[in-house]
C-alpha cells in the first residue's frame, strides 16, 4: 500500500499517484492547462496539493437530499422578500 506524502509541492510520479490517474491524463491537463502546474528551469513538473485537490473537487455531483435542502432554503427566502 502506497502512502501520501505529507509534502505540499509534489512531483509528476507523486502527484499521479495522489489523483490516482494514468501519466498520459495527467500529461493531457498540463498541455491544456486544465490543472495549474511548476516547471522551475524547464524542467521536471511539480504541483501543489492545493491545486490538484482543487481541481478533483471541480464538477460536485450533489445529492438529491442536499439538492432539495437547497431548493427549499432559496423559496424560503423569496416568499420571505
Not at 491545486?51 to 460536485?60: G, P, S
Amino acid at each position: 500500500m502506497e502512502t501520501i506524502s505529507p509534502k505540499e509541492i509534489l512531483s509528476f510520479k507523486e502527484a499521479l499517484a495522489y489523483l490516482d490517474v494514468l501519466p498520459s491524463l495527467l500529461y493531457k491537463l498540463t498541455s491544456q492547462r486544465t490543472i495549474t502546474y511548476f516547471k522551475p528551469n524547464g524542467g521536471k513538473i511539480y504541483f501543489k496539493k492545493t491545486d490538484l485537490d482543487y481541481w478533483m473537487l471541480q464538477n460536485e455531483s450533489k445529492s438529491v437530499n442536499v439538492l432539495e435542502e437547497e431548493l427549499f432554503n432559496k423559496l424560503k427566502v423569496r416568499k420571505n422578500v
